[in-house]
């Protein structure tokens, strides 16, 4: 028998549980451990694309999944398996039997993919820690497409309680 904390892991909508174990996880040996140095995960596009050296390709991936440290690390994740969930498993759009989590993959991918697309021709020499701010623009991104679907009423925003 497994434990009740595996069955409530893996009974999760897949591509959320996935991102967001990820995320705690590798903020976790950031920031808690100090296992990894911060400078290895944040975005910076000239040990991407570069010709003198190994380019390093995780950067886009791991700086997006980084969180904040202290506070940061419990809300991040909260925030993004909340809405993350909310739209895996109940937007109609994601709905499609089989395809409904390959679509989810797809939207996540994309808007991940746009965003750091954005950012390389816009901050191209800055150092970037993309989960500064592209969480929250996907977290509102996420919750503005619930609200396109009708999961969520238009007068229960997060931004109308500022």
């Known amino acids: 028998m497994s434990s009740p904390y595996a069955q409530a892991f893996f009974s999760l909508p897949p591509i959320t549980r996935t991102i967001t174990a990820l995320s705690i996880f590798l903020s976790v040996l950031t920031w808690v451990l100090h296992i990894i140095n911060p400078y290895y995960l944040v975005y910076i596009s000239q040990t991407i694309f570069t010709y003198k050296s190994v380019p390093q ?94 999961k969520i009423p238009r007068n229960n925003l997060p931004a109308q309680s500022l």
Request: with cysteine; hydrophobic share 50%.
């Open 57 to 150: 390709i995780w950067r886009p991936i791991t700086s997006l999944l980084l969180t904040k440290p202290n506070w940061g690390l419990l809300m991040d994740p909260y925030f993004l398996f909340v809405y993350g969930s909310k739209l895996e498993s109940e937007a109609e759009r994601f709905q499609h039997g089989r395809t409904g989590t390959a679509d989810f993959m797809f939207f996540i991918v994309f808007c991940s993919a746009v965003i750091i697309v954005s950012f390389s021709f816009t901050f191209f020499s800055i150092p970037l820690r993309l989960s500064l701010c592209t969480k929250y623009l996907l977290y509102f991104h996420v919750v503005f497409v619930l609200c396109l679907f009708g």
